[in-house]
């Protein structure tokens, strides 16, 4: 029987992950070692009770009486707090869904990754924070990472069975997001709810904001090279509005390998579960006549300001990637907590990675957790200073 866990089950891309084990046969199929979450208690519980997990797990210590009392009777461990999450991690599973959204997810994985199996890499901020790091720990435990995001397994799957030495550019298409045709005066007033109406994809509140400031996108980048070892001058974006078209892969012959999609995280999630055969995945099949025409255009860096940012963040290299991914998640915060405008998280990330080089805090490889951490708290409280004296 094979063995699973899932952390941040009760996110959008966990709720994906668990519906593909349930249709795949659910608790009768796989053993589910660990499921975690968040606050979402209730969900958490069901999840744990119906795929008859080992272990459920919140990151809140104040969640724990809900979580023991929801789970009363089912045999099911409970434990909480982000040393509990990291520990359940510690369970060995032959694949393991990274899906806590944040650097949160950072700590978790790469413990996933020390049994050696498969890791499922939604986390994209893991990469981003401590892509060398990650990626050692998966090759010193024999461990594979897959990637989960749509655009990375799209890139993945291009490249199968490719002489990589005959890549000439990786283009990962990003839909613009709702103010893809907003101009800047007007992206200045934008709004929460504004932000997180994604017109393609149904996302977490969190990823949804940064596909609207492209932060996302930024993230992607890193994450591609990080990843594949792409030279960041061969990493491309295009913006393609239909979200059909997830990435493409051109090669020294002049051909270009484009994966298409419908805009459902299950495919790719699919994908990693399945891998390395194909298996079945219920999502809607493509009806290219139907949507009849693809669209593709370049990024307008001057609106989206990340897009650079991650450039310069993936020339830097060293720490840049650990100070950026968290001084994005405390924008984010700002702006959610409506403190900052909405393209006031790009000028807070700027000037914080800004700050921090004059420190000279970002020089250092990102290949020792401590220091990832450390450059990880310098900047969150860097970003938090700035905005205090604005
Ligand atoms: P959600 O916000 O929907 O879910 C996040 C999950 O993490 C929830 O289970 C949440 O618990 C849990 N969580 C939140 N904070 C913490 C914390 N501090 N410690 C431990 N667990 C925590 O996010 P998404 O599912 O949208 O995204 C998850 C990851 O996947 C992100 O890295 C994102 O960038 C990536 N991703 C997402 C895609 C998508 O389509 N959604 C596409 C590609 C990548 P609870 O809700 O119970 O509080």
Redesign the pocket.
Known sequence: MRSVSI??????????TFDLIRRGGGAEVYRTVAL??????T??AEMARELRAEIAV???EECMPALRDALQGSGVEVAAG?GA?ADAADRPVDWTM?????A??LV?GLRALRHGGTLAL?????LVTAGPLLMQTAHDFGATILP???EHSAVFQALTGEDRSCVERVIITASGGPFRDWDAERMATATLAEAVAHPN????????I?SASMF?KA?ELVETREFFGIDPEKIEVLVHPQSIVHALVGFCDGGIMAHLGPAD?RH?IGFALHWPSRGPVPVERLDLARIANLSFQTPDEKRFPALRLAREVMEARGLSGAAFNAAKEIALDQFIAGRITFPQMAVLVEETLAQMARRNDLSRDAANLDDVLQADAAARRTATEIVGAW
């Not at 952390?7 to 994906?16: C, L, M, P």
């Not at 990274?98 to 944040?102: C, E, N, Q, R, T």
């Not at 994809?201 to 949804?208: A, D, K, N, P």
Request: net charge neutral.
């Open positions: 952390f941040g089950a009760t996110g959008s891309i966990g709720e994906s975690t979450g968040g606050r979402n208690i969900r958490l919140t990151a809140h982000a999450i990274s899906a806590i959204v944040g949160a997810g978790p939604a986390n994209k901020e893991s989960v995001d749509s994809w149904s996302m977490g509140q969190r990823i949804s940064d996302n993230l995280m790719a």
